[in-house]
């Protein structure tokens, strides 16, 4: 099961970048960002009354639930969006992909876990690898406002790695993978909507197919589906290795650009996955992805179920 979610992860997360290129090429990042949070946050809120899932939890919890909402979806995404109006796809895929190293800083930071050797091994060579496939050809210095649009995309990726930690602690309290997502995204739009205004960027809305069809593509899979299944993947197997989703995904958006694009797949890209398959198999090999549930997924599963714990 968790080999499922991951792969799933990763494959959805790996297409979206290419769905985010069109998102900001013609409305404000924010804006699009709204959109797709509502969307997202209407199907789960939908999802969860279907199944008769409750949302009533202590003040305590929706505090946390909202703070995962902001660091998750609102906050870091909006950075990554406003990244992607001035790098290439590949050069934010590998951006956001450097949250496994800040999940590793915060896990010791925030939740006191020491940090395994051999996580680190395999995260440094699959960020080698990303590098080496990621890398620009030409030898030009960057632009001012490209290494701007770097660090903001870097910023993303550790709001990003917060609320990983956060949501590893919302599982630990039992809290419905299904309702977390619903109140997360739900408190996402409130805040989205709170900055977009006090932006004073204009709520437009762009009615050509490329636009609208990757709305809908990154707000049911990239944000729904894709979610779900990374949530659920943290509470089996905790943020640090789950992140690896984030490292890999760039290989999927290296595919597709090659396809869409036509990006070459030189030696030194392929010399780049190797890196980076080699570094997935170290570091999700102890303990194995298709090991036992940890006790806190144990406890979402029950409340999903509506079991007592």
């Not at 995309?153 to 997502?181: F, K």
């Not at 958006?253 to 996955?273: D, K, P």
């Not at 198999?281 to 090991?291: D, E, V």
Request: glycine share 10%; hydrophobic share 55%; aromatic share 8%.
């Amino acid at each position: 099961m968790n080999t499922i979610l991951y792969v799933v992860t990763v494959m959805i997360w790996g297409s979206t970048w290419i769905g985010i290129h069109y998102q900001v090429a013609s409305i404000p990042p924010g804006v699009s960002l709204l959109y797709r949070t509502v969307i997202a946050a209407l199907i789960m809120l939908g999802i969860c009354v279907g199944t008769r899932k409750s949302l009533r939890y202590p003040l305590k919890d929706h505090l946390l639930l909202a703070l995962q909402g902001f660091c998750l979806f609102a906050g870091s995404y909006w950075l990554v969006y406003v990244g992607a109006r001035t790098l290439e796809s590949g050069f934010v895929a590998l951006g956001v992909s450097t949250v496994i190293i800040f999940n590793l800083i915060n896990s010791r930071l925030i939740l006191s876990k020491p940090i395994e050797r051999v996580v680190v091994i395999g995260a440094l060579i699959g960020l080698v690898g990303i590098v080496l496939v990621l890398m620009p050809n030409s030898a030009a210095p960057a632009s001012a406002e490209r290494m701007r649009a770097i660090g903001i995309t870097l910023a993303g990726a550790y709001i990003a790695s917060v609320g990983n930690v956060i949501s590893g602690r919302t599982l630990a309290r039992g809290i419905s993978v299904l309702s977390a997502n619903a109140l997360s995204l739900t408190y996402a739009s409130l805040s989205l909507a709170i900055l977009v205004f006090a932006s004073g960027a204009p709520l437009v809305f762009d009615a050509r197919a490329p636009y609208v069809l990757s709305l809908l593509y990154l707000s049911i899979f990239g944000t729904v589906i894709a979610f779900l299944c990374y949530l659920t993947l943290i509470g089996r197997i905790g943020p640090a290795r789950s992140a690896y989703a984030m490292l890999a995904s760039p290989v999927i958006a290296l595919l597709i650009s090659s396809q869409m694009e036509g990006l070459a797949l030189t030696g030194r890209v392929v010399a780049g996955v190797a890196l980076v398959i080699l570094g997935n198999w170290i570091i999700m090999r102890k303990p194995k992805i298709g090991g036992r549930p940890s006790r806190s997924f144990e406890g979402s599963v029950a409340a999903d179920r509506g079991e007592s714990r």
